[in-house]
């Protein structure tokens, strides 16, 4: 008599299936043949009751015979201390994640590790945040690896981070991470990488892979880039395209460049007469818009269908306009970009040609031009349209110029100042830090009931130099009537100046390493 | 000793108050801060002109606050320990204030008390004495009639059950199992009603389940058996039949008997909500003589502390009084003495058969226990196709019930080396509770 006798029995029900007493000749058939069995729901209960005791009691260990993953290599490496793995430990659970890089940051420049209990959430989120796994590499150790060697959702994590077999052998995440890695290191030597598989790779890779290109582009990639323009799939010709439109030496630019040339014109002004009798005129541009969009300009990455609200010629010709080098136009009429730019303002073409300038300015990073347009943008009150300008300057530019717009103490411009420091990139220098606190002092002092600018505070803590943090903690007007408002954005701004602090702290003061 | 976060979490009543508690956790926000070996002290500007006074006794530990709050320990305390935790430089007062030595006085006066004999009942005259126990002696008859009465009534349920079939059952509505747990309850059978209403849902737990509503059907039957013969049966026995049933014991009864002192390792803690109420199990093994026992703590809603002087991964010098038991389990904390850091750590089970054999002898005297302590010297974490498993050096293994991300963070501070590791073993799988990596504790 069994257990899986006496369950099936049970499944079926005594009144359709009735059990009888076992035959073996053991102490427990013994015991099973003192039950009466014509009562049979008690014979069924009693004999299960026997049965399980019997199991209970004499139940051997069952023994595994599969292999047994080899235990993980030596750490190389110290782990960090106590502070601040109790604070990757807040960071994770989701206390102010967004600080999570900057502590990745500091651990990999303090050469620290992650402790082991926190390896799961730490591979966890690099997973599902792709941004983090460079970071996360660093910090992982071997012990890491050799988790997420055991876990296929990690596999992106691949082996050592020198190891080239990755290349050949690892998944396509694994493969676009090693490839980032390595152009950051040689993108000559990563360039020969890709060019050795290319042939072989998936549409998709080929999309994934020509886009990290980007990273440490530079005139020895074009001819690799050429040939993708002529790739089947279209999303690698665009990219190609986009890439090679950053060089300007390459063959695409020049060819750009001679097509769009003769599209504009610059009519230079005249002087007014004497006597006023002949009106002066100003200088202006004459535009002629492309005839078409044939194979040679879409290979060149010229997108033939406008956006909504642009006609078809505009837009090609603004495309044109935005891989142009923005010094052949200043070289080729002998004007500066300021007297290009009002002259861009009379005529038909005034929107297109603005937008165009802007545009090209960001993409070619050309500071002599986007100081103008800034300035330009501020007269005009459209700052808010221009604030992309921003990224073409260089730092200390835009933060000069950004420091000199908070200076203006216009109530008004409140959520506009707000904005364009959002523009102002992740890490602020020491002195656009200060200008900012003493903007939010000024603020916080005010009436407001402006709640999504109060939503915004938490964010600039976050930005804030470092060497400013003791300084922001202190000295908030928390007794004047308007701090009510503020303080729910305020008391999170503190809350996030506090724990970088405390992370800045974890990291400088010498940990004591626990034994790796 | 020294608390960790998680610990200090552990003692938060909801998870509104850990996480109000990390709110306050903040230096800045305190006004005073200050600690000694045996507390810590704060006051902290509350909502409105008042500033709370909190205080920590750090031998419990216990908690003081002077705000309104009902619930125990309140946001200040919690956030005062965290600090105590994260920040400890930032206590930086080195006399308590005489609010704080005072209550601290107060509390040590108690605990003396405490220990000696306890005060003699109000002098009740022989009449009354006499009325008393004759008023009890009916009470208990009218249990032990209606307790009669609802195990019959549970025996006829369990033979329709087996008669009809399981094969009916996936599909009934709750109430098919809610009902007679209904009923028990009125039979003033608290203990079974629960083992029933356990049962709902049993049909969806997986392939197992038509054998494992037999085992639990077979081991309730057996409670009826054993009642009609009870006077044959040994004490111990006697014993674990009422309390399964959910006969309970007077506390001073039990604190009464003989303890038995010993350095008590404290291997897990796990908390466990049933219906409105919470138990806390606290799982320890005495250094010296082996012994498991097992501690409990309830708490019905969030003014109702649980309690948190066990504290898991420590070692606790004290006598433990053990309620009776053909396998001594559950216990009470008759007298303490403190904490003991200096004994080196035993686990009784250097291997999993001799784990194996303990539950034999457990299950065996005691058919109703639903789950007993492992506490192993070296084992490996590892995962396999059906799961986690633990594997020790013979090559045996015992399956976890453990959570991905837990498993993983094992795996980790494990690092495909032995560790330490204890749980709770039901018979078929282990729940771990805790591993031990280079002698410190980590709640898993």
Redesign the interface.
Known sequence: MTFAQLTQAALLGTERHSISAPAEATPLGDLLRKLDYTQREQALLSATALITAYERSGRQPARDTAPVTASCPEEQVPYAGTPAQTLLRRLLDGEQLQLLPEWLELALEAKALAAPELLPSVLITATSQSSLRQSILGVVGERGRWLAAQNPEWSWVGGSQTDESIWQTGTPAARALFLRQARQVNPDHALELLNSTWKQETPESRAAFISVLEVGINPNDEPFLESALDDKRKEVRRIAARLLARLPGSALVKRVTERAAPRLTFVAGKAGGILKLQLGKKPSIDVELPAECDKAMQRDGIEPKPPQGIGEKAWWLMQMLHVVPLDFWTKQWNTTPEEIIAASLLGEWKKELLEAWTQATVLQQNFTWAEPLFAFAIEQKQVEKFRGLLHAMPTAVREKQISGFLGKGDPTMTDVQASLLTECGDRWSIHLSHAVLDWMRKLTVTSSTDWMLRSKLKDFATSLHPATLSAAAQNWNTSQPHWEFWSKGMDEFLAVVQMRSDIHAAFSTQFSSSKP | MAWV?EQVLALAPDASSAKSG?ELS?P?KWVILGATDQCAWGSIQGSGNNAYQVCIDLSGPAFKCTCPSRKFPCKHGLGLFLILA?APGSLTETAPPAWASEWLAKRAEKEERKSESTAPAATRSPEEEAKAAAAAEKRAASRESKVAAGLEDLQTW??DL??????TLPGRPSSFWQNPAARLVDAQAPGLARRVRALDGITTTGEQW??N???Q???L??VH?GWTRMAMLPEGTQADLRSTIGFTLNQEEVLALEGVRDQWLVIGQRIEEEDRLRVQRTWLFGQKSGRPALCLSFSAGPAQQLDVSLVPGATIDAELAFFPSAWPLRALVKQRHGFDDSAKMGFPHDS??RA?SF??EA??AN?WLEQIPFAFSKV?P???THGW?I?DEH????SLEISD?KA??L???S???PVSLSGEWN?AVLRPLGMW??GSF?QI
């Open positions: 976060v990390k903040a800045r994260q369990l033979h087996v008669r009809t079939g399981f094969a038509p054998g509503l037999l085992a059907a077979a081991l039957d057996l058996s999993i058969a194996i539950a034999a299950f065996t058919p490996v590892l995962r396999r498993i594997r090559g045996h293994f015992l991300l993983w963070s795996l980790a501070v690092g495909g080396n018979g990596k280079e980590l």
